[in-house]
């Protein structure tokens, strides 16, 4: 085995003089890697920086890792890899599964090559740390390409290349990376949930067993983003927690193990393979999308290694986000070009910045049950293409966007006619209908082309800025027709490389992920979109909730958040628009609502919001996202600090009426508790009227001066609100 340092530019906060033994560090993040011996590397520490550890206390720590043997256990300890074996006793998820017509399923890697790289760039983003080691199973066959990096913000990724050196076939049916938690992560959240309920947090005890968080539908309203596991009662601000993301967006497998006899656990994922899905012929490769793994001291700095990996990309949009006006609540199907023209014109007045045309405009979609497939201009209803609306909403200075759905098709369309055989499937049947569509094979040739051509001619032909990109349905019994194989995994590079071919050819494009709303938000799709639509709820209240869970991943300037209608279409509820624009601020606002219809008061009252998003975006969206532990299940606190914390807003919710009343003194942490912050209500965040069951703190009026720290520790005194309610605080350092 070879050791190779090569060493670009060499960060201070690397240490790997230890036989073996690398100690990776960024933003107070260590992982402690064993790479010593010919085994798979054993990840020794990942958590809370070691500070400056040296080599002789490094190789100490190795020792001191390695467990006894236990009573009924292999007469070797087990130690576990970050691609665990059976072969060396480990007898949870096994990292590569798979066989050569029933041989060679269980694997043995010799590691022959070790590379390390610090302070390096990788497709355009910081990594302070890389870590390459190639193995082979000589018995197997298999060659393996382990990659581990920590970024510089202390996110790690890993993944796993399985390459079939020789003979026949090796069908491959997963690749799991894993990465160890210690016995004081007691407790797993991870998140559940269904169309219009996205990310519904689920908190149990980390006990023996598996708990399995599978996508087999190719979108996840009801899987994880992501799967956390730490010390009891963690909460936003505080208490350690590891938690595992799988970026990509086909099916997917996701786990927190307590692996027995010896407790072991581990968070681990990978891509959930279908059978036979992938079989490698001779000199073929599988590689298993990244998994991101983000410790945190509470779930926020969990979080913001995330937002800070998404946002020292390359592509990471830069510019201000533009407030847009998405048409669907409004209008639906009902497309007619003077109502689309008044929506316009209202929506210009309130100085919103982008118009999206969503779905009802492509040949025969008249509603859901035909069209998909056929992206042309329907020309009953657009006898002059979109060039009259398109004139329209760039002659007012609004961008156009425009929505599609390119990977489904109605079997009620011109091209499921003419290609039958471009739908997945299985058996000669079709799987289920849903939304009365199918879904359309892109790993076919005939049929990626189809698509890229005919969205292509469109993008061409029209002013567009903008792709809504949607996703309606679940992939079931997803299969190719000509070889009658699984097709999940090609579809999902296939739409990968859709998208990145249509980027290329439209650079100036954005893209929006949306998929029946928040089912398709992780971070392969993030990686080709600039938003996320995190649901078809728009009903602020359940709000509050979906985008704080899509939030921990997602930071607020990919998060699309509408001001719906008075009254919520999926829910029924009635919110005031206060409620409404103080919910859709914290995120890239929208507005999705007829507002031809909305009172003067009403759009006036728009207008002031859109004003306050476009004054306060560069904050909102280059800001921390911080949440209060609260105690109060009435109460939500959250708010954006700026990086260097001179200036905050915070959102006090008022989600349910509390047990008490008034609801006493909020905190407002991840402050500068060394600043002295002067706190003020922030319009129109600031409608409260007193004398109907609401009321004021006597402070309110003239603002007041506090340190972050008085803030954080001390809080103070929030105002009484009806329930479903927010009040904006603005904070500047003096
Ligand atoms: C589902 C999306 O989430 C909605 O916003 C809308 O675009 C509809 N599809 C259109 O069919």
Same mark, same amino acid.
Not at 83 to 102: A, F, K, Y
Not at 361 to 376: P, Q, Y
Not at 419 to 441: C, F, K, M, S, Y
Not at 674 to 680: F, G, H, L, N, P
């Given at each position: 085995?070879?050791?190779q ?6 960060t201070?906060d ?5 036989p073996g033994?690398?100690?990776l ?7 402690v890697?064993d790479?010593s011996g010919?085994r798979l590397?054993?990840v020794?520490?990942?958590g809370a920086? $070691? #500070?400056d550890?040296p080599a ?8 001191t890792?390695?467990p &006894? +043997?236990?009573?009924?256990t292999?007469d070797?300890?087990v130690?576990?890899?970050?691609l665990p074996? =059976?072969s ?5 998820t096994?990292? +590569? ?7 060679d ?6 590691v022959t090559d070790v590379?390390?790289? @610090?302070?390096?760039?990788r497709?355009?983003?910081p990594?302070?740390?890389?870590v ?5 199973d000589e018995a197997?066959?298999?060659?393996l390409?382990l990659?581990?990096?920590l970024?510089v913000d ?8 399985v390459?079939?050196l020789?003979?026949a076939?090796f069908?491959v049916s997963? +690749?799991?990376?894993?990465l160890?938690v ?7 959240l991870?998140?559940t949930?269904r169309h ?7 908190r149990?005890?980390?006990v ?8 087999r539908?190719a979108?996840?309203?009801? #899987? ?6 730490g010390?009891?009662?963690f909460?936003?601000r505080s208490?350690?927690v590891?938690?595992?993301?799988v970026?990509?967006?086909g099916n997917?497998?996701?786990?927190a193990?307590?692996?027995?006899p010896q407790g072991v656990?581990v968070?681990?994922?990978?891509? $959930?393979?279908?059978a036979?899905?992938v ?7 599988y590689?298993s999308?990244?998994?991101?793994g983000?410790?945190g001291d509470?779930?926020?700095?969990l979080? @913001?290694?995330?937002?800070?990996y998404?946002?020292?990309?390359p592509q990471h ?6 407030s847009l006006i ?5 209008v639906y ?16 007045a309130?100085g919103?910045e982008?118009?999206v045309?969503?779905d ?6 008249r509603?859901d049950?035909a069209?998909l497939?056929?992206w ?6 657009w &006898?002059?293409?979109l060039h009259p609306l398109a004139d ?16 489904m098709?109605?079997p009620?369309?011109?091209l ?8 997945? =499937? ?5 799987? /289920?209908?849903a939304?009365? =569509?199918q879904?359309?094979d892109?790993?076919?040739?005939g049929a990626w ?5 005919q969205i ?5 032909e029209y002013p567009?800025g903008y792709?809504?990109w949607?996703h309606?349905?679940?992939l079931?019994e ?6 009658g194989?699984?097709g999940? @995994?090609? =579809?999902t590079?296939?739409?990968?490389r859709?998208l990145?071919a ?11 992920s949306?998929?029946?709303?928040g089912g398709?938000a ?6 080709r ?8 709820c728009?009903d602020?209240l359940?709000?509050?909730t979906?985008e ?5 991943l997602?930071p607020?300037?990919? $998060? ?12 029924g509820?009635r919110?005031e ?8 601020f914290?995120? @890239?606002?929208?507005i999705e ?6 009172t003067d008061?009403?759009?006036a009252?728009?207008?002031?919001w859109?004003e306050?998003?476009q004054?306060?975006?560069?904050? $909102? ?5 911080v949440r209060?532990?609260d105690?109060d299940?009435a109460?939500?606190?959250h708010?954006?600090v700026?990086?260097d ?9 008022q989600?349910?009426?509390g ?6 003194? +909020?905190?407002?942490?991840g402050?500068?508790p060394a600043a002295?912050?002067e706190?003020?209500p922030l319009?129109?965040g600031?409608e ?5 069951g609401e009321a004021l /703190?006597?402070?309110?009026t003239?603002g ?5 720290r008085?803030?954080?520790v001390a809080?103070l005194?929030a ?16």
């Amino acid at each position: 085995m070879t050791t190779q340092m090569s060493t670009s530019t060499t960060t201070p906060d690397a240490r790997s003089t230890a036989p073996g033994l690398l100690h990776l560090r960024a933003a107070g993040v260590s992982l402690v890697l064993d790479t010593s011996g010919d085994r798979l590397p054993r990840v020794v520490h990942w958590g809370a920086d $070691l #500070g400056d550890v040296p080599a002789s206390e490094l190789e100490a720590l190795g020792a001191t890792s390695v467990p &006894p +043997v236990a009573s009924g256990t292999t007469d070797e300890p087990v130690q576990l890899s970050l691609l665990p074996e =059976q072969s060396v006793g480990w007898l949870g998820t096994p990292g +590569v599964t798979g066989h050569r017509d029933g041989a060679d399923f269980s694997t043995a890697f010799a590691v022959t090559d070790v590379e390390v790289a @610090h302070g390096i760039d990788r497709d355009g983003a910081p990594v302070a740390h890389r870590v390459v080691v190639r193995a082979h199973d000589e018995a197997a066959r298999l060659g393996l390409v382990l990659e581990l990096e920590l970024l510089v913000d202390g996110l790690v990724r890993t993944r796993a290349e399985v390459t079939n050196l020789g003979g026949a076939v090796f069908t491959v049916s997963g +690749v799991d990376v894993t990465l160890p938690v210690p016995r004081e992560a007691d407790e797993i959240l991870d998140f559940t949930g269904r169309h219009l309920r996205e990310r519904s947090p689920q908190r149990h005890a980390f006990v023996a067993g598996t708990h399995l968080r599978e996508s087999r539908r190719a979108r996840s309203h009801d #899987g994880t983003l992501l799967l956390t596991a730490g010390r009891r009662g963690f909460g936003y601000r505080s208490g350690e927690v590891w938690g595992v993301h799988v970026a990509w967006s086909g099916n997917t497998r996701t786990f927190a193990e307590q692996a027995m006899p010896q407790g072991v656990r581990v968070l681990g994922a990978g891509e $959930l393979l279908l059978a036979g899905e992938v079989r490698l012929a001779e000199g073929e490769s599988y590689a298993s999308p990244w998994v991101y793994g983000s410790y945190g001291d509470g779930l926020d700095e969990l979080s @913001h290694r995330f937002h800070a990996y998404l946002r020292s990309r390359p592509q990471h949009p830069r510019t201000p986000r533009k407030s847009l006006i998405n048409v669907w609540e409004a209008v639906y199907f009902d497309h007619d070009l003077e109502r689309l023209k008044a929506l316009a014109d209202a929506a210009a007045a309130a100085g919103i910045e982008r118009y999206v045309l969503d779905d009802g405009w492509f040949r025969g979609r008249r509603d859901d049950t035909a069209g998909l497939g056929d992206w042309t201009v329907d020309a009953d209803v657009w &006898p002059d293409g979109l060039h009259p609306l398109a004139d329209h909403v760039t002659g007012l200075g609004l961008e156009l966007g425009l929505w599609f759905e390119p990977e489904m098709v109605n079997p009620d369309s011109d091209l499921a006619r003419a290609h039958p055989e471009w739908i997945l =499937q299985t058996g000669n049947r079709l799987p /289920p209908e849903a939304r009365h =569509q199918q879904v359309l094979d892109l790993a076919h040739p005939g049929a990626w082309d189809h698509v890229f051509g005919q969205i292509d001619a469109i993008l061409t032909e029209y002013p567009i800025g903008y792709v809504k990109w949607d996703h309606n349905r679940d992939l079931i019994e997803a299969g190719h027709t000509a070889s009658g194989a699984a097709g999940v @995994h090609a =579809q999902t590079l296939a739409t990968y490389r859709l998208l990145d071919a249509l980027r290329a050819a439209h650079p100036g494009v954005e893209f929006e992920s949306c998929s029946g709303g928040g089912g398709r938000a992780d971070l392969g799709i993030l990686e080709r979109t600039e938003r996320i639509w995190a649901s078809d709820c728009i009903d602020a209240l359940e709000r509050q909730t979906i985008e704080a869970g899509t939030g921990l991943l997602v930071p607020p300037e990919m $998060l699309g958040s509408h001001i719906g209608s008075p009254v919520s279409h999926t829910t029924g509820r009635r919110h005031e628009l206060s409620f409404r624009g103080a919910t859709a601020f914290f995120g @890239h606002l929208g507005i999705e609502w007829d507002l031809t219809s909305a009172t003067d008061d009403e759009r006036a009252e728009v207008a002031r919001w859109v004003e306050a998003y476009q004054e306060h975006r560069l904050l $909102l969206h280059h800001g921390r996202t911080v949440r209060a532990d609260d105690p109060d299940p009435a109460l939500r606190v959250h708010g954006v600090v700026a990086r260097d914390a001179r200036e905050a807003i915070f959102a006090v919710v008022q989600v349910a009426t509390g047990v008490w009343a008034p609801p006493g003194r +909020v905190r407002l942490p991840g402050l500068d508790p060394a600043a002295t912050y002067e706190v003020r209500p922030l319009p129109p965040g600031d409608e409260v009227v007193p004398g109907h069951g609401e009321a004021l /703190p006597p402070w309110w009026t003239r603002g007041t001066r506090l340190s972050g720290r008085a803030l954080a520790v001390a809080g103070l005194q929030a105002p009484n609100q009806f329930p479903e309610r927010t009040v904006l605080l603005h904070l500047t350092a003096l």
